[in-house]
């Protein structure tokens, strides 16, 4: 399912306070359940709170997942911050630390058939050349044959949109995808061009107005049109339009790869499991794009997506040493192909994952990227008087007793330009959730299901969420004790791919003597219609007033 697909997901709304007798049991006289209010939700903790996921690796390159919170120093613009949030996850299981009582085990062969890692290969046909194209598509087939496992699912995306292909466990059609692989640059500059001026001499001259950049473009227009003194107003106007041209060219072509990095993260948030994409690319430039960059790092972080990156072009050569090019240009083809890597590792970094470069073993190099982080710190802060202002504000962490080990971790971020929605907040985090296999147990939860088939073609699967209401959290408005819960129920397949949902939301005004009871809970039950067939099964529980989350898998095998 796409991204677009879970917004046009049509979930039933309905009202449900089920008594279970083993939690005890709620009268109608000491419990109410009415609609649900139109009215905002107040959200304390998780408003403006920026996400920094770190990697701490010792000398050999392991991760390592010892250290607390108190090891951690964070300063945003140099000034050190109350790091709020804290969580240590361990790849291919659930974070570290998590609160509540051991969910009951609901692992069968069903649940063993299912997928536990989603790779999507990544190829910046847009940026890349030919060659470089084909050994990283190579590098990768090499790495699905030996490397995938049956509980993994790959894809194969690009940044040109063409030759792709969607999740699957088939290797014969990534194969097919893979050798469909050719460039589809959006400009066609060369070294031909007079002057070649590339993107980031271009931003210099059309954009920064670099007095120095265009006398050099101008001088490499007067060597390549050969033209004498008289006419540098020529060559001034030929350095010019180039300059234009490039901005033009070089900037669609980066906005339109990172709004293919930004969709593929939407698709993989829409899967359950660990995701990691790898983006094999010769690099580019993102003069102007800061704030488009950052989001796609925001995406990646708040859906749990590694995000590790492979330079294509292998072991670096210095373009100076082609001799075919003017001495005035090659300054700036020199620093833009250097320039080029830095985003590869920005987004890498930012995101916990790894940057591959300056090696020409690409297969062993997407071997140690399809992996993620065997430990992956998350830290949040909540900046202090934080201006809406969409400023760039640089992040360091750093251990307080460093002791050989290496931190990788994002570098900066931007302030947003407006107040987080808090209802749109509970939405996402609720929706990023439902698309994970993580399970959170904040809130004591028990998943139960059963199933019956009316026919040989359809079957239905009744879901039951048990919630301790007890460990709740209330608000007490008209000597009632008030809380939202919101329980939200979906089935995926066996590719991940979603299939059906449902969401319902519990309205509880409880009277100050039914909290005391020693017991106390509800059960909420969804009946979903679907084929034969197996499935995962997701539940999450998120309640308003506490803030708190419950997520727990099931299985349903249906012959």
Same mark, same amino acid.
């Given at each position: 399912?796409t991204y677009?697909g879970?917004?046009a997901m049509?979930? =039933?709304f309905?009202?449900a306070l089920?008594?279970?007798?083993a939690f005890?049991? *709620?009268?109608?006289?000491?419990?109410?359940?009415? &609609?649900v209010?139109?009215?905002?939700?107040?959200f304390k =903790?998780r408003?403006?709170?920026?996400?920094?996921p770190?990697?701490?690796?010792?000398k050999?390159?392991?991760?390592?997942?010892?250290?607390?919170q108190e090891d951690f120093q964070l300063a945003?613009?140099?000034?050190?911050?109350l790091?709020?949030?804290? &969580?240590?996850e361990?790849?291919?299981?659930?974070?570290?630390?998590?609160?509540?009582a051991?969910?009951?085990?609901?692992?069968?062969?069903?649940?063993?058939a299912?997928?536990?890692?989603?790779?999507?290969?990544?190829?910046?046909d847009?940026?890349?050349?030919?060659p470089d194209l084909i050994?990283?598509?190579?590098a990768?087939?090499?790495?699905v044959?030996?490397?995938?496992?049956? *509980?993994?699912r790959?894809?194969?995306? &690009?940044?040109?949109?063409?030759?792709s292909?969607?999740?699957?466990?088939?290797?014969?059609?990534i194969?097919?995808?893979?050798?469909?692989?050719h460039?589809?640059?959006?400009?066609l500059v060369?070294?031909? !061009?007079?002057?070649?001026v590339?993107y980031l001499l271009?931003?210099l001259?059309?954009?920064?107005?670099?007095?120095?950049?265009?006398?050099?473009?101008?001088?490499?227009a007067?060597a390549?049109?050969?033209?004498?003194a008289?006419?540098?107003q020529?060559?001034? %106007?030929?350095a010019?339009?180039?300059a234009?041209r490039a901005?033009?060219?070089?900037?669609?072509?980066?906005h339109v &790869?990172?709004?293919?990095?930004r969709?593929?993260?939407?698709?993989m948030?829409?899967?359950?499991?660990?995701?990691v994409i790898?983006?094999?690319s010769a690099?580019?430039?993102t003069?102007g794009?800061?704030?488009?960059?950052?989001?796609?790092?925001?995406r990646?972080?708040r859906?749990n997506?590694?995000?590790?990156?492979?330079?294509?072009?292998?072991?670096?050569?210095?373009?100076s040493f082609?001799?075919?090019?003017?001495?005035?240009?090659?300054?700036?083809?020199?620093d833009?192909?250097m320039?080029?890597e !830095?985003?590869?590792?920005?987004l890498?970094y930012?995101?916990?994952?790894?940057?591959?470069?300056?090696?020409?073993?690409l297969?062993?190099?997407?071997?140690?990227?399809s992996?993620i982080?065997?430990?992956?710190y998350?830290?949040?802060?909540s900046?202090?008087?934080?201006?809406f202002?969409?400023?760039?504000?640089?992040l360091?962490? %750093?251990?307080?007793v460093?002791?050989?080990?290496t *931190?990788?971790?994002?570098?900066g971020?931007?302030?947003?330009?407006?107040?987080?929605?808090?209802?749109?907040?509970?939405?996402?985090e609720?929706?990023?959730?439902l698309? %994970?296999?993580?399970?959170?147990?904040?809130?004591p939860?028990?998943v139960t =299901?059963?199933?019956?088939?009316?026919?040989?073609?359809?079957?239905?699967v009744t879901?039951g969420?048990r919630?301790d209401v007890k460990a709740l959290?209330f608000?007490?408005?008209e000597?009632?004790?008030?809380?939202?819960?919101?329980?939200?129920?979906?089935?995926?397949?066996?590719?991940?791919?979603?299939?059906?949902?449902?969401q319902k939301?519990?309205?509880?005004?409880?009277?100050d003597e039914?909290l005391m009871?020693?017991?106390?809970?509800?059960?909420?039950?969804?009946a979903?219609?679907?084929?034969p067939?197996v499935?995962?099964?997701r539940?999450?529980?998120?309640?308003e007033?506490?803030?708190s989350m419950?997520?727990l898998?099931?299985?349903? !095998?249906?012959?």
């Amino acid at each position: 399912m796409t991204y677009d697909g879970w917004n046009a997901m049509r979930f =039933s709304f309905s009202l449900a306070l089920l008594c279970c007798a083993a939690f005890g049991q *709620v009268s109608p006289q000491e419990q109410t359940v009415s &609609t649900v209010k139109e009215e905002p939700v107040t959200f304390k =903790s998780r408003v403006n709170l920026v996400m920094v996921p770190v990697v701490v690796r010792d000398k050999q390159g392991r991760a390592i997942g010892s250290l607390k919170q108190e090891d951690f120093q964070l300063a945003d613009r140099g000034k050190a911050q109350l790091i709020s949030r804290f &969580t240590l996850e361990k790849a291919g299981g659930p974070p570290a630390g998590t609160k509540g009582a051991k969910a009951p085990v609901t692992a069968d062969t069903a649940a063993a058939a299912m997928p536990e890692r989603y790779v999507a290969y990544l190829f910046d046909d847009i940026h890349t050349t030919f060659p470089d194209l084909i050994r990283s598509r190579d590098a990768a087939w090499t790495h699905v044959q030996n490397g995938l496992r049956s *509980v993994d699912r790959a894809a194969v995306f &690009t940044t040109s949109g063409r030759n792709s292909i969607d999740f699957t466990d088939d290797k014969d059609a990534i194969h097919a995808a893979l050798m469909k692989l050719h460039p589809a640059p959006i400009s066609l500059v060369s070294s031909n !061009d007079c002057p070649e001026v590339g993107y980031l001499l271009g931003d210099l001259i059309h954009e920064k107005n670099d007095p120095m950049a265009l006398q050099d473009a101008t001088n490499a227009a007067m060597a390549c049109a050969h033209l004498d003194a008289t006419q540098r107003q020529v060559a001034d %106007s030929m350095a010019k339009s180039a300059a234009a041209r490039a901005v033009a060219m070089g900037g669609q072509e980066t906005h339109v &790869t990172l709004g293919v990095i930004r969709d593929v993260i939407r698709r993989m948030a829409a899967t359950p499991g660990q995701r990691v994409i790898i983006l094999a690319s010769a690099g580019f430039i993102t003069p102007g794009m800061e704030q488009e960059k950052a989001d796609v790092m925001d995406r990646a972080i708040r859906a749990n997506i590694t995000l590790n990156t492979l330079d294509a072009r292998g072991l670096f050569t210095d373009p100076s040493f082609d001799a075919g090019r003017s001495t005035a240009a090659l300054r700036y083809v020199r620093d833009e192909a250097m320039a080029n890597e !830095d985003v590869l590792a920005e987004l890498a970094y930012g995101t916990g994952g790894k940057f591959f470069h300056n090696n020409n073993d690409l297969a062993g190099g997407f071997q140690q990227l399809s992996d993620i982080p065997e430990y992956l710190y998350i830290l949040g802060f909540s900046p202090q008087n934080l201006k809406f202002d969409g400023s760039y504000h640089t992040l360091k962490v %750093s251990l307080k007793v460093p002791a050989g080990l290496t *931190v990788s971790a994002r570098r900066g971020y931007y302030a947003p330009r407006h107040l987080a929605d808090p209802v749109e907040t509970a939405k996402e985090e609720i929706r990023e959730a439902l698309f %994970s296999r993580e399970e959170m147990r904040e809130i004591p939860l028990e998943v139960t =299901s059963q199933f019956f088939k009316p026919s040989n073609e359809t079957a239905r699967v009744t879901v039951g969420a048990r919630i301790d209401v007890k460990a709740l959290k209330f608000r007490k408005a008209e000597e009632r004790n008030c809380n939202k819960l919101t329980v939200t129920f979906a089935l995926f397949d066996r590719n991940g791919n979603y299939v059906t949902g449902q969401q319902k939301i519990v309205d509880m005004k409880l009277k100050d003597e039914t909290l005391m009871r020693p017991s106390l809970g509800i059960v909420v039950r969804s009946a979903l219609d679907i084929k034969p067939g197996v499935y995962l099964i997701r539940v999450v529980v998120r309640d308003e007033e506490g803030q708190s989350m419950s997520a727990l898998n099931g299985a349903a !095998d249906i012959p």
